[in-house]
């Protein structure tokens, strides 16, 4: 137990290094998530075979740690409760979960050995964690089937089988006699313990940390919205004394929150992220498993050097003492042979991810991977302008035109000129703003989509108006490329504009303007009632003021990330196309829902490209064209613009055709 107690404090001190966060609100949540999940296994069984290995030894484990306490406290206390009909169940009980703690092990050994999917990479600690806990099982049935052999498969034959486990070992040990059996028991006993020791002793160390720090980690999980980044006080920042200007963004590892550190000893390594992430699917440098770990490598390395440094110092946790001789956290990769340090992180890694979230939706221990790797773009971008020349461009363009796109086809009036719309800025009032967004107005492709739900709001008589020309950009893409600054300009000029027209309910047709007005917006004093397109749609047909024919034959339905994944619409979408299809005709994908794989565009990729072995939004247009569907409906202009990209290159004979709901319904009016 020392040995144990020694191994957390180690760690403990690591996570100290980290700044001050609260993760102590909410507690009944907490609580209840981490029964959930522990008990229930709910994000372990998203992979059913890995999961149900889990399970097993799992409740093999607790079911016997459950006895053996239970043992223990009838010795200890001379009070004999074990006994009668409920000795017999739980005899039995304890084999039975001790057996499919076995089958669970077996399951994960065959898996690492024999199936080894490539997300496993395994190593010596993984087949040590196997190996003590496949030895502490099966000890356990023969200090069993030991102490069986010596009473009571002779004295209380009828008590026997309800031990399977032991029992059966009993069977094939009855005839040692009776001095060997006393033996053995004895010696396997006293082993037996011995390698319960180890083990306990060993959890603070490898694999089987997660049992500790993995639980913890849940339990502190983050319970915001996972589309909502953290609130940086840029004001405050620019207060300060220019030659002391506090760091914006992470440079270094003790500036993210004890919770940021104690998710890199949460891992497992078991890959999960990674078989999801669609960077790392497409061939780029990002392997979120990978991140985590060598984050975790890098954390272990300096942590030392930074815990002196803040003694010597006298320096409080949180506070980022001098950078420890070493590696840095992330910089640009060496050439080979280069004289230098390597980078925990490369700036390659930082600049693959797409934000989408599929990382952290599959992480069994509730890793926040994206926070971590947009901090450090943060830092790039706001106080060292690194970055690659397409993120430049478009931040360039949210500075000075308010929006991100270079050569737009259209300003942000033309698309409504010939119709009959309110625009607030010519004193008119509505109950709902319709927030079309940059590239609804610029783009000629989305403009079509943004006339379909005008289409729409007046066939249901939606009391609605514009911004017109005074609407800029969410900003969504600059927070997510590390641009929080830009971020925060948009935010503040929107807000102040809504504010003075009273706007309360605000329509979008983009998932990342939807996600940004309802989870983040809120930071700076914006609070509206926000409300996707493909939800009001499909309130409208609900209460019968749209009318509607069944226009489509096989469609299917591209989740967006921002809509499904990060925040949990994915109904809606589905309830209306299934009005507007013929019976049977909608196809899901493979990837669906809350795990549909990302188009590729989000993280700033809608304006900026890297060289992947595979385009991710090809990926996803083969999985359409798999289903069968001749429609790919959509509800995002990022989306549609990835969709009619790729679909150029793998449908050139225009079988497929993408379609936002908005279009899909507008044709399916009843004139």
Known sequence: MGFLGYGIYLRVRLWRLGEEEARLDHLPERLWGLLAEVFGHRRQLRDPLPGIA???????????????????????????????????????????FGILGVIGICMAIWRRAVIR????????????????????????????????????????????????GGYAVALVLQNLGPGRIEAFHRFSWWFHAGTAFVFIGYMAYGKLGHILFGLTNIFFRNLEPSGKLSFID????????????????????????????????????????????????????????????????????????????????????????????GAPLFGKALDEGAEGLHPAVTEEVLWGCRTCGACQRECPVFIEHIPKMVDMRRYLVMMESKMSEDARQFLKNMDERMHPWTGAQHNREEWYEDLEVKVLGQGETAEYLYWVGCTGSMIDRNIKVSRAMVKILQAAGVDFALLGPEEVCTGDPARRAGGEFTFQMCAKKNIGTLDGYGVKKI????????????????????????????????????DGRLKLKRTLGSVTYHDPCYLARHNGVVDAPREVLDRISAP??????????????????GGGYAWMDDDPKQRINHLRIEEVKACGAKTAAVSCPFCMQMFDDALKTLDPDQTIRAADIAELVAEALEE
């Open 507 to 542: 329509i979008t047709t983009c998932p990342h303007c939807f996600n940004t007005y309802k989870n983040e917006y809120p930071d700076f004093g914006g609070k509206y009632e926000v409300v996707h397109h493909t939800q009001l749609i499909s309130e409208l047909i609900q």
């Open 54 to 96: 889990h399970l097993f030894i799992f409740y093999g484990f607790f079911v016997s740690l459950v006895a053996t306490s239970l043992i223990a406290v009838q010795e200890w206390t001379g009070i004999h409760f074990l006994r009668g009909n409920f000795y017999l169940a739980f005899s039995l009980i304890s084999d039975v």
């Open 117 to 164: 999917p490539a997300r496993l990479h395994s190593v010596m600690d993984d087949w040590v964690a196997l190996a003590l806990l496949l030895l502490i099982f099966l000890q356990g049935f023969l200090v069993e089937g030991l102490r069986i052999a010596a009473t009571e498969l002779h004295q209380q034959p009828d008590l026997a089988p309800w031990s399977p």
């Open 584 to 601: 049977g005709g909608f196809e899901e994908l493979r990837r669906n829902k809350d795990r549909a794989l990302c188009c590729g565009a």
């Open 234 to 325: 840029i004001e405050a920042a620019m207060d300060t004394d220019p030659d002391s200007i506090e760091t914006l963004g992470v440079e270094a590892i003790d500036q993210y929150s004890w919770k940021g550190l104690l998710d890199l000893d949460a891992c497992m390594n078991c890959g999960r992220c990674e078989d999801v992430c669609p960077a790392h699917l497409s061939g780029v440098a990002l392997s979120p498993r990978k991140l985590i770990r060598d984050m975790k490598d890098h954390l272990s390395g300096a942590g030392p050097a930074l815990i002196e440094a803040r003694a010597a110092g006298g320096g409080e946790s949180g506070e980022s003492g001098p950078p420890p001789e």
